[in-house]
């Protein structure tokens, strides 16, 4: 047994991961059996109050998108991709757990046609339960082509973001300097392994939240035994908001 600073004696065995939520400080004591596959696991989905581990949700039926970073993009720190598209432009668009993290979507601003993105800059602006999240672009260019199917349905942006749901076409500027900082992007494995940091992060931010109000604030049993565990809902949209931003900046 390892034996902790503070003389405590520490049980686990040092391959074994810890859930996500116990490092978030929000359960006491529970261990991962799926690898960190948040996505799938029914814990996850009861904490977030909805039903994927087996059956619809009486909350939200909607898809999801899977939980996995295809190899055949780039992706930048703030959860936005880009892939080769043709005459030498590329697309933009939101990963995994920028689509996790984004519900609910109510509407989709993207730039215009000739409309320049700076690296870092405003790629898109999504309208969700707390106001306008601001999704950043990882190179420079001209916007050669907006995705109008996202103006029309938002919410596909939750599900199918590899997909049709992509943000924005753009002709890179300075095209050799831009492409060689989209080769500094990471692949799909590497940000796999950062999207789970990331999640921790979260989940630690909404706890850290959680532990600041007001002492009847927070997740409790409701009449009947049923618990209070969706995340909006309890740190409240604008707060879950402003935490969201933090992860895609």
Request: aromatic share 4%; with cysteine; proline share 8%.
């Amino acid at each position: 047994m390892k034996r902790s600073p503070a003389g405590n004696v520490g049980l686990l065995p040092p391959a074994v991961s810890r859930c996500v939520w116990m490092d978030a400080g929000l359960v006491a004591f529970k261990l991962c059996d799926r690898s960190l596959d948040c996505e799938h696991c029914p814990f996850d989905a009861a904490m977030h109050g909805d039903d994927r581990g087996g059956g619809a949700s009486a909350r939200d039926t909607r898809p999801r998108t899977p939980w996995r970073f295809p190899e055949d993009r780039r992706y930048g720190p703030a959860h936005v991709w880009i892939r080769p598209a043709s005459g030498g432009r590329v697309r933009l668009g939101i990963d995994a757990l920028g689509a996790l993290l984004l519900r609910p979507v109510l509407r989709v601003e993207l730039p215009a046609a000739g409309a320049l993105l700076a690296r870092g800059g405003l790629a898109a602006v999504v309208e969700s339960a707390g106001g306008p999240l601001v999704l950043r672009s990882p190179l420079a260019g001209r916007v050669t082509a907006p995705n109008d199917l996202l103006i029309e349905h938002p919410t596909r942006l939750e599900w199918a973001p590899y997909d049709d749901a992509w943000l924005v076409e753009v002709q890179p500027l300075r095209r050799s300097a831009e492409l060689q900082a989209a080769g500094n992007l990471l692949g799909g494995a590497e940000m796999a392994r950062q999207a789970l940091l990331d999640l921790r992060r979260y989940k630690r931010r909404v706890a850290m939240s959680l532990l600041v109000a007001e002492p009847n604030v927070g997740p409790t049993m409701q009449d009947g035994g049923e618990p209070l565990t969706d995340l909006q809902g309890l740190v409240g949209p604008e707060l879950h908001r402003e935490i969201v931003q933090e992860i895609l900046t």
